[in-house]
């Protein structure tokens, strides 16, 4: 495993995160729909700069009230239950994944860029040289091929246009993507060493939290990303797809993310790559009032290439799991037809025969009989797996024609 990729993770043993808003398809779960005689949505109120989201995790791993003295994010003893394996195995694979991902975030969140004067391009120098991005970065904003968006940019930081003043709020129709392309200057001694880092669009931008307010107004607002870090011996892409604000659903949220490491090819050894693909969505229950009453479905599939582009669907591990925050109950489904000892997978898959569509209570990890959780709507027997995909696939990797050194 190369240092790069240990860096990434911070001391977790693996780690895991654009992906088309297509590639996962979200699942319906006896889940509300906006009533059609609900009124318009009022205006977009649009933040007075442009910040990058703080995080796009939805947690999967908070305990609810029943069982927060078992501590399931991270358990300091065995329950004993035939599912607590695979039910642990989920909140590690979700956590994990994040956890690569808020790296990346921590240090863009910090930039805050004019929206007013509408910005296209942007620098930072003298960063501190153990930043993640090194001693620079630059980032411009303009319209370029991304997969997954199918509206034009504004190509500027203002999602209502380039040619005047932006405004503080606008119609929602009136809103265009803001899409970026970011270098990094990893080197720390030479002005020409700029090399791609990052692309990705907003269609909905962040929203940072009012200090002077009681409530909590932070949003990472919806969009993509795709990041892609190099090194002597590996290359990692990964990425997210979030959907974080829905004036119609306010509970709902979706975070899609991929982490792909491959390894170089040398004499001895061939290019080798994992595909690390994690869907996590929140949906709110019928008449939800507040975000604990939420329906949580997380899907993973994970598959080795040996080369790369040589991936069999048939060898990979699936695995599906559903809980609802104000219940004791979890269902899930593991697949595990990986052919041989995985590389770089999220997290270490259980050892456990595989199953399907199994119930258990949350409290116990013991199983119980599969009516109770379709009782309570949290049945995966119909939730679709990821598809298998591999390392090449253009979701997965920058645009194909980010420019080698930047625009300005």
Known sequence: MSDLFKKIVGGIAFAA????????????????????????????????????????????????????SLNLVRPLVPIGGEFFDAIQFGFDVNGRANDAVQLFLDELNKLEIPINPV????????????TFFGDAIKIDFAEFNFPGKTEACTGCTCPTGCD????????????????????????FDSDDAYIPLAAGFMTRLAVKDDPATPEDETNAGNGAFSIRLEDESSIINTGAVYVHRNAARPFD??????????GKATETTTTRATVNLISTAQKG?????????????????????VPVGATDPDHAIQYIAQFREDADFWSGTLQNNLQSEPLDLTAEPPD?????????????????????????????????????????????????????????
């Open 285 to 305: 229950l019928q008449g939800a009032t507040n975000a604990s009453q939420v329906l949580k479905t997380l899907r993973f599939t994970g598959s080795q290439e």
């Open 119 to 130: 910005t296209r391009t942007f620098e930072v120098t003298g960063r501190a040289p153990d």
């Open 17 to 68: 995160t654009a992906l088309t808003l297509a590639l996962f398809q979200p699942a319906s779960c006896g889940l509300t729909t906006p009533s059609p005689a609900a009124p318009p949505a009022p205006p977009a109120e649009l933040p007075s700069a442009l910040t990058f989201p703080q995080s796009v995790n939805i947690e999967f791993g908070e305990p609810s009230e029943e069982t927060a």
């Open 253 to 262: 949220k979706t975070t899609d993310l991929f982490n792909v490491p491959t």
């Open 352 to 408: 456990m025969e595989n199953f399907t569509d199994e119930c258990a209570q949350l409290s116990t990890a013991i199983g119980v009989e599969e009516l109770t959780c379709e009782d309570l709507g949290i049945s995966v027997g119909e939730v679709p797996f990821i598809d298998v995909k591999t390392s090449t696939d253009p979701t997965l990797n920058l645009p194909a024609d980010f420019p080698a050194i930047p625009t300005f």
């Open 164 to 187: 005047t003043a932006c405004p503080t709020e606008a119609p929602e129709e009136d809103l265009k993507p803001v899409c970026y392309r970011i270098w990094s200057n990893p080197s």
